[in-house]
């Protein structure tokens, strides 16, 4: 399923680094990158198996890094529970023959997301709606992952909407990640395309992805957050168009 030459390896490699440096600067971003990016040298579904170790490891770090777990985790429960829902169910269209659909799905989640983000559209949810959305938000969210690798539509956009505060706000993304990543593998696992006794290959992409990271927020530090999220989204978006075009030329 996985070219293991020393060019892919080194092409991987690569491609974690990079994906930890975004996520060092703005927080999220790894699997996005990951998914995008890899989708280019192989089918979606390896590059899902890929990610599972290095997303796990960044993403627990920074769920536990935030003071409000168990807060956090009772509010949004729900929503978990529909993430893992449609995770485990949606890896089926993953893990299908349909390597030009799910490459057209990535591509479209990537652009939508892109595209919402650079329009900086946003919206507010009210309290009394929040226990009635959360299941669809998360359902939703949990077949885009198991589809497509791809973790942010909606959670993103929503998660943002319940007017969180910061430290909240990233810990809450921390939980939908990692909820999103354990329900992710298991799809996989059920479907043949992911073993947990031999997980040498993710785990191989941890390091060169904690690296990226540590790069990252040295890089925060020196320049401005919302000019790098800008060009970081708009590399988005020609990547999420062009994903969605080859299977078409």
Request: proline letters at 5%; hydrophobic letters at 60%.
């Amino acid at each position: 399923m996985i070219d293991f030459s020393p060019l892919h390896i080194l092409a991987i490699a690569l491609v974690f680094f990079l994906a930890g440096a975004v996520k060092g600067v703005t927080g999220m971003g790894l699997p996005t990158v990951a998914m995008g990016l890899l989708g280019v040298i192989m089918p979606p579904v390896g590059a899902a198996a890929l990610l599972i170790a290095p997303s796990f490891v960044t993403n627990v770090w920074q769920l536990f890094s935030g003071p409000s777990f168990a807060a956090l985790a009772s509010r949004l429960w729900l929503m978990m529970l529909g993430i893992a829902a449609g995770a485990i169910a949606g890896a089926r269209l993953l893990t299908s023959d349909a390597a030009r659909w799910t490459t057209m799905g990535l591509g479209a989640a990537l652009t939508i997301y892109a595209g919402i983000s650079l329009l900086a559209w946003r919206w507010s949810v009210p309290a009394h709606m929040e226990r009635r959305l959360s299941p669809f938000i998360g359902l939703a969210t949990g077949v885009i992952t198991g589809g497509t690798g791809v973790f942010v539509i909606p959670a993103v956009p929503y998660l943002q909407a319940l007017d969180l505060d910061k430290e909240d706000l990233i810990q809450a993304l921390g939980l939908s990640f990692t909820v999103s990543t354990i329900a992710l593998a298991i799809g996989l696992a059920g479907n043949g395309a992911f073993q947990f006794g031999n997980i040498d290959a993710s785990a191989l992409a941890i390091a060169p992805a904690l690296l990226g990271m540590g790069l990252g927020q040295r890089i925060r530090q020196r320049v401005s957050p919302a000019a790098f999220r800008r060009w970081f989204l708009i590399g988005l978006l020609l990547l999420g168009l062009q994903l969605v075009l080859r299977p078409l030329l």
